[in-house]
């Protein structure tokens, strides 16, 4: 996302794009500072997925809307255990994370929407003009349902 500056581990899709970072033994923690600007801007929910030794570093330094998940192994079986329960997040930007949407995709909302957006302006234009025609929610479903129909 943002021209590849963050790139989410994981995302799981439902009635909105829920990131998921993941840091193990050998990661830094630190370097969430940058990549969570990124995320912070586009995604509603976030969690990070750590290490029991990584949990201390995780709790002080990620913001208190993220989620925070451990993952452990007992007998070869990787486990995992809630922390911290995601909360929603206070930064997102709805025009930001329309932007990572494809311009047909922004061109589907605009036309399923009857927003009459013209479509000559450029991705950037689009995603604002829609941003401000859009709700949270819509625009949390519209990026699910964009991201969805990219799999079928």
Not at 11 to 34: F, M, N, P, Q, W
Request: charged share 30%; hydrophobic share 40%.
């Amino acid at each position: 996302m943002h021209r590849g500056n963050a790139i989410a581990d994981v995302v799981t899709i439902h009635s909105e794009a829920h990131c998921y970072e993941i840091k193990g033994d050998k990661d830094k923690i630190a370097r969430l500072t940058r990549q969570g600007d990124f995320y912070n801007k586009v995604f509603s929910k976030i969690t990070l997925v750590t290490t029991q030794r990584k949990l201390q570093e995780a709790l002080e330094k990620t913001p208190k809307f993220w989620g925070i998940v451990v993952a452990y192994e007992i007998r070869g079986i990787v486990k995992f255990k809630y922390v911290r329960k995601t909360s929603t997040n206070p930064f997102f930007n709805k025009e930001l994370a329309l932007a990572t949407l494809w311009k047909s995709e922004l061109t589907n909302v605009n036309e399923e929407l009857s927003l009459d957006i013209p479509e000559k302006i450029n991705k950037r234009d689009f995603a604002l003009e829609l941003s401000e025609r859009m709700n949270k929610i819509q625009t949390n479903r519209w990026i699910a349902e964009s991201l969805l129909s990219r799999l079928a």
